[in-house]
Every structure is written in structure tokens, then in C-alpha cells.
């Protein structure tokens, strides 16, 4: 069983280096992408359980913080305690070290680092969507795009501490190339706190 577990790790270890390298190429191998995320998504499952950090995967620098989600787009996307070095920012989003957690009161900024990411998820964003947060320590809200930019990335008034509850994703523009100088910002607000069923029943009690 060890000498199993020990070749598994290995086996995803590879996959998702190989997926990595692909990633930064501009050549996605879904069934690597795929592995990646389920991987992902059942880390955030575990610590949304336990209220503990999980790890996607043993050698992982990051691990999941929230879950966004986009009804009406059917997308969710993972949110990483921060932008990782080690190809997981192909996969999820990373949270900035220098804003409040996901679903704290303020300005929490999200960055997106790749650009299928920004093409399958951001790029679709509307003003009046609504996107689901579900954080670890802060509860689930819904929030409501308010606004979107395009701005120099030596702009950062978008990215300041704000007095309200605030999403702010922030990706590259157009994507092109390593190079680009611009920043599309999807700025969105908070609507309500999402009362789960199991809480209000407690409270009914």
C-alpha cells in the first residue's frame, strides 16, 4: 500500500509539473487540467469540513482560502491563500497578501495570473452579475459586479483599502504577451450574507 501511495504521489507530481510547463507555453492538456482542479476543489471540500488548511497536493506553497462562484456562468473558481510560484496559479485564483481575506469587511483583491483563467472566467463577468463567496472563516456572501476597468498597471486606486465589504479581481490585459502594462479589474460589492439552511434551522431552535 505504501509503495502505491508512494507511486501515486509521484504520477500526480508529474502530471502537474508537466501541466505547469504547459500552461506557461499556452498549451492546455485537459485531462492534466482536469486532474489539477478536482484536486484543488476537493482540498477546498476538506478544509471547508474541518476549518483547517488543506493542501492540494503534499508539496503545494498555497492551499484554497474560498470558493467563488458565478451561478448563472455555472463557473467556480478556487481561491489560493496567494499567488503561487509553483504552477497552481494556472488553476485558481491568488489572493493578495496586502488586502482583508476573502468576505472580510474591505477591499479583498483576487489575482488571476493565467490567461485562460481570464478568458473562461473574468472576461465573461457583466455589471449586475452575481458571484457567490464562500470563505473559510467569514461565511459565504453575495456579492454584485459594480463595475469593470481597464487600467495601467501602475494604477493602483482600484486596489486601496475600502470601508465596504469589496471583490476586486485583477488580471493582465489583453493576455498577449509576459509583457503587458495593462490591468483588467472586475470591481464588485457586497449585496447580502448567504444564510445557509443548516444555520438558520439552528437558529430557529
Request: glycine share 6%; with cysteine.
Amino acid at each position: 500500500m505504501k509503495k502505491r501511495s508512494k507511486w501515486g504521489s509521484l504520477i500526480i507530481g508529474i502530471a502537474i509539473s508537466v501541466t505547469a510547463w504547459q500552461f506557461t507555453q499556452g498549451n492546455i492538456v485537459s485531462a492534466q487540467a482536469w486532474v489539477a482542479q478536482n484536486l484543488l476543489h476537493t482540498a477546498w471540500l476538506r478544509a471547508q469540513a474541518s476549518g483547517r488548511r488543506v493542501e492540494p497536493w503534499p508539496w503545494a506553497n498555497a492551499w484554497p482560502l474560498a470558493r467563488l462562484s458565478v451561478p448563472h456562468l455555472k463557473l467556480e473558481e478556487v481561491v489560493l491563500n496567494q499567488a503561487s510560484n509553483d504552477g497552481l496559479s494556472a488553476f485558481a485564483l491568488g489572493h493578495s497578501k496586502n488586502s482583508v481575506l476573502p468576505g472580510e469587511l474591505g477591499n479583498s483583491v483576487l489575482n488571476i495570473q493565467n490567461r485562460e483563467t481570464f478568458n473562461k472566467f473574468l472576461k465573461q463577468l457583466k455589471p449586475g452579475d452575481t458571484l457567490v463567496l464562500e470563505s473559510l472563516g467569514s461565511g459565504s456572501w453575495n456579492y454584485q459586479v459594480s463595475a469593470i476597468y481597464i487600467v495601467d498597471k501602475t494604477d493602483t486606486y482600484l486596489v486601496s483599502p475600502s470601508l465596504n465589504r469589496r471583490l476586486t479581481l485583477v488580471s493582465c490585459y489583453p493576455c498577449t504577451t509576459t509583457e503587458d502594462r495593462r490591468r483588467y479589474v472586475v470591481v464588485a460589492e457586497e449585496v447580502e450574507r448567504v444564510v445557509s439552511i443548516h444555520n438558520s434551522s439552528n437558529a430557529s431552535l
